[in-house]
């Protein structure tokens, strides 16, 4: 079945490292976003991907990196430059609308 | 900027009785989308229902229902026949219609907490 998978389920973070966040998709859509979501609140954009080699900035992308050198991986790098990394990161694609959703990975701090 | 208000947090209703969430967005374009979505206890994103804004006949999936009034840009969700296992949290949310394949980010509203009792 096709569907977009995210890696690890949880991911710990130790000071000053950066880590990766995995997002695979096999449905073969053009665009990849990476979302936040912090407790009790809605989803807040990090970044997003239109085409392979190509992304943009959404809303709170400070402290993220991303890079889109397939059409099916999309991964998220949170670095040290963002101190407050704890969340829940959800990952979607789309052709068009709407949007599907990974699982999510919650990220902690250790 | 688009913005996406959801001005209840938390609701309850009993089962096999009806619910109404409510949504309401600021926006300037006269192009776009609005989609409720659900995330249960397993925190997956699910699609709950999807308005396209030049259509003026309010979409339905089964048991749920909108009330898109554009004018008033409100985007209230109506979910009969409570069922148990509609307990989760609602998202209403935005994308401007880009034309042809639109690749629109989402705004999100902050969420409402629903709980079906038996």
């Known amino acids: 079945d096709g569907g977009i998978t995210q890696s690890p389920k949880y991911l710990f973070r130790k000071e000053g490292q950066n880590v990766t966040l995995s997002c695979e998709q096999n449905?073969?859509?053009?665009?990849m976003y990476w979302y936040r979501q912090d407790p009790g609140q809605g989803l807040r954009l990090i970044y997003y991907?239109?085409?392979?080699?190509?992304?943009q900035k959404g809303d709170i992308a400070e402290g993220y990196s991303v890079s889109r050198e397939k059409k099916e991986s999309f991964p998220l790098t949170v670095t040290s430059a963002q101190k407050n990394p704890t969340a829940f990161y959800l990952c979607?694609?789309?052709?068009?609308?709407?949007?599907?959703f990974g699982d999510g990975t919650r990220l902690s701090i250790l | 900027a688009q913005t996406v208000t959801q001005s209840q947090p938390e609701m309850s209703v009993q089962e096999a009785e009806t619910v109404t969430l409510s949504c309401t967005y600021d926006?300037?374009?006269?192009?776009?989308?609005l989609f409720w979505y659900k995330q249960p206890p397993s925190r997956q994103m699910i699609l709950v229902i999807r308005?396209?804004?030049?259509?003026?006949q309010n979409a339905t999936e089964n048991r749920f229902s909108v009330n898109f009034q554009k004018a008033a840009k409100s985007f209230s969700l109506k979910i009969s026949d409570s069922q148990l296992g509609d307990t989760a949290m609602y998202f209403c949310?935005?994308?401007?219609?880009?034309?042809?394949?639109?690749?629109?980010?989402?705004?999100f509203g902050q969420g409402t907490i629903l709980t079906v009792h038996p």
């Open positions: 979607a694609s789309s052709t068009g609308q709407p949007q599907h």
């Open positions: 308005q396209e804004a030049y259509k003026q």
């Open positions: 949310a935005f994308t401007k219609n880009a034309g042809g394949t639109s690749y629109g980010k989402l705004t």
């Open positions: 926006t300037s374009e006269n192009n776009y989308y």
């Open positions: 991907s239109q085409i392979v080699n190509d992304f």
């Open positions: 449905l073969n859509h053009d665009a």
